[in-house]
């Protein structure tokens, strides 16, 4: 028996064989030269016949796939076989370079060309890389790189899994992820919570496994381990029964003595909405409007805006729709918002931020916003994300006002927003804690970044603080203010409640974690909870602030959370 | 040699989709055609056929380019090439 400690980012215990995700394709060495007995017209018609087999590949992945995944795999493919990319590679080979070697060299000068285009073309620069990285592969004989397609359901171990490897993740195929990097706010983290998956990440050593090995995954106590014994096989067994138990959330979010905690879901779209309202979500805490037009090279119009919002808001009618405006930047830019150029870009021209270098995309979106609500029946409130000081608040405020938005607020994500949170809520009427965001600029570690993991928890006690801060700034404003988080905090049954003793009102998650949250917020009373908080605050690092709440909450270990 | 001259009518310009579906038709018709910018020299004419060139020739909406093919059933291919061009794709 082996065990590889990780760090648990999505509970549950399951029993599973091991598929590894291929390993990124090494670069063939500079310079490497055709094999002696190799012509260059043999080589070319290699090429040509592994890029066309590639070709072949991902066409047909594309008659499989709908929608912008299909466009995306439809150009890919056209891609695979470019004259302009195989000439290039060509002309390599006619001066004696590899196969290999030459479509890597044509590749890197397309993506480049592209990436220096900017805009829309940048984007699409990553998809030559992809295919070049196919192309050797298939030369090469190895496995594409690529989530592995297998008959029966297998425990996905990575490295990372990028953004894009989700649009081909099979959750019917697929019974956990673990990573050896990434960290808790990783994407992979973020999908797996989403999707309901057990997982593990930052679990050092583990992509070494070999393919069918039988793992026990613990993805709350965060650990992999070979060779389960008979307690380990009756605790994946336990869990599957709690599994069916904790997918039911009542619809009521408050603690065992009453106080209410209405529990909200983060939604991307009309589609994840109903999802929600099916899982008796009270309400929206964020909706992500960017995800609607992530794919989008120019602006909506606000029309089609007021289309895709509508259809959030009438998932939930009677009931709160907090929708935050496009957050575009960083990880997830935007061609006709952002600069794909910046060298910074978490820290650089992103969320509220972009109507300083575009004004009029926000205008118009707060104008669709309006239009949307005036025939729904949702209570709509409008929040602004990347607010750091009172007078963005204010100037988000008044623009909300010209358009007829009565209840406008902010995201508090930048550590300077939780500090002046005071004058920040005279501005305005609410504020939404983004955790993950907070997180990484609090503690200054890339949230993607899998050594920077043991920073980048929620669960440092310089964050709880400042959520706390912000709490007492509302109280200090005076006019009760709600005070919610929507980051993935929320997520964590355990956090959930230390959050709730912070004096936090509402809690925004992803819905397939409610019925979680909801079922351990009601066995603690507010004053435990409160006395939980200060438990947290207390500790020396985050590691004990989690210990030490987890000991005091034994229904987390019966659970399996 | 025989030449067309269209103007794009695809709302995001000759990338994305319409690039896509133009380069596929370009690769089908049977005879290698060329794409330039209207008023480029012709030596600077790149591979219709090639999705990677289109986007890098960076052909906006209401620019005007010029097609041009040779031998066998060229016009016919550069009159069904006009017509895609000339179609807004994106619409579809």
């Given at each position: ?58 066409k047909t992945r594309a008659e499989t796939a709908s929608g912008d995944g299909k466009a995306v795999l439809e150009a890919t493919a056209l891609m ?298 949702a209570d709509v409130w409008v929040m602004a994300p990347m607010i750091s000081t009172a007078e963005e608040a204010a100037h988000f405020a008044s ?163 | ?92």
């Amino acid at each position: 028996m082996q065990t590889f400690p990780g760090v648990g980012v999505s509970p549950g215990r399951i029993i599973g064989t091991v598929r590894q995700m291929p390993k990124p394709i090494s670069e063939p060495p500079a310079g490497e030269q055709l094999a002696g007995d190799t012509s260059a017209e043999e080589a070319t018609a290699g090429l040509k016949a592994a890029a066309a087999a590639v070709h072949d590949e991902l066409k047909t992945r594309a008659e499989t796939a709908s929608g912008d995944g299909k466009a995306v795999l439809e150009a890919t493919a056209l891609m695979a076989k470019d004259t302009m990319l195989l000439k290039n590679a060509a002309k390599l080979i006619g001066r004696g370079t590899s196969a290999q070697r030459a479509i890597w060299e044509a590749g890197a000068s397309v993506s480049e060309m592209l990436h220096n285009l900017g805009g829309y073309m940048a984007e699409r620069a990553t998809d030559v890389l992809d295919v070049r990285a196919r192309i050797v592969a298939e030369l090469r004989g190895v496995p594409a790189p690529g989530i592995p397609s297998a008959s029966t359901p297998f425990i996905l171990v990575a490295e990372d899994l990028a953004p894009a490897d989700t649009a081909t993740l099979d959750p019917e195929k697929v019974l956990a992820l673990v990573t050896a990097g990434g960290g808790p706010q990783s994407h992979t983290a973020i999908i797996a919570r989403s999707l309901g998956l057990p997982a593990v990440v930052a679990a050092a050593g583990v992509d070494e496994l070999a393919d069918g090995t039988e793992v026990y995954v613990d993805g709350a106590a965060g650990s992999i381990t070979t060779d389960p014994d008979d307690s380990q096989r009756a605790a994946a067994e336990a869990w599957a029964t709690n599994a069916s138990l904790l997918a039911v959330f009542d619809g009521k979010g408050a603690t065992a003595d009453g106080h209410l905690v209405p529990l909200l879901a983060n939604v991307g779209g009309g589609k994840d909405a109903v999802a929600a309202a099916g899982l008796n979500a009270q309400g929206v805490g964020l909706f992500r409007t960017e995800f609607c037009f992530l794919e989008r090279d120019t602006e909506p119009t606000v029309e089609e805006q007021a289309a895709a919002y509508k259809s959030v808001f009438d998932a939930f009618p009677g009931k709160k729709v907090v929708l935050r405006t496009l957050d575009a930047g960083a990880d997830k830019p935007l061609p006709f918002l952002t600069d794909a150029t910046e060298p910074n870009p978490a820290l650089g021209v992103r969320g509220y931020r972009t109507d300083f270098t575009s004004p009029g995309v926000l205008d118009r979106q707060l104008q669709a916003i309006a239009l949307a609500e005036k025939d729904s029946e949702a209570d709509v409130w409008v929040m602004a994300p990347m607010i750091s000081t009172a007078e963005e608040a204010a100037h988000f405020a008044s623009m909300c006002t010209a358009a007829g938005i009565t209840n406008p607020g902010v995201m508090v994500e930048v550590p300077s927003a939780a500090l002046t949170a005071e004058s920040i809520l005279r501005e305005v009427g609410f504020a939404s804690l983004g955790t993950n965001d907070l997180t990484q600029y609090a503690m200054a570690a890339d949230r993607q970044l899998g050594p920077l993991a043991n920073l980048n928890t929620p669960w440092q006690p310089a964050v709880l603080r400042l959520v706390g801060l912000t709490v007492e700034g509302s109280r200090a404003e005076g006019n009760n203010k709600p005070v919610g988080v929507c980051g993935e905090a929320a997520a964590d049954p355990a956090l959930a409640v230390v959050l709730t003793g912070l004096g936090v009102n509402t809690l925004s998650m992803t819905a397939r974690s409610l019925a979680a949250v909801a079922a351990v917020l009601k066995t603690v009373t507010l004053a435990e909870a409160q006395q939980l908080a200060k438990l947290a605050l207390s500790a020396p690092s985050a590691t004990e602030a989690r210990a030490w709440v987890r000991e005091k909450l034994p229904v987390l270990e019966q659970l399996g959370l | 040699m025989p030449e067309r001259i269209a103007t794009i009518a695809s709302r995001s310009g000759l990338h994305a989709r319409p690039a896509a579906l133009f380069a596929e038709a370009a690769g089908e018709v049977g005879v290698d055609v060329t794409i330039a910018m209207q008023g480029d020299p012709e030596d600077d004419a790149l591979d219709a056929a090639s999705i990677l060139s289109l986007m890098t020739l960076g052909a906006a909406k209401g620019d005007v380019v010029v097609l041009r093919a040779e031998g066998d059933g060229a016009d016919a291919a550069l009159d069904s090439l006009v017509k895609l061009l000339e179609t807004d794709l994106d619409a579809e």
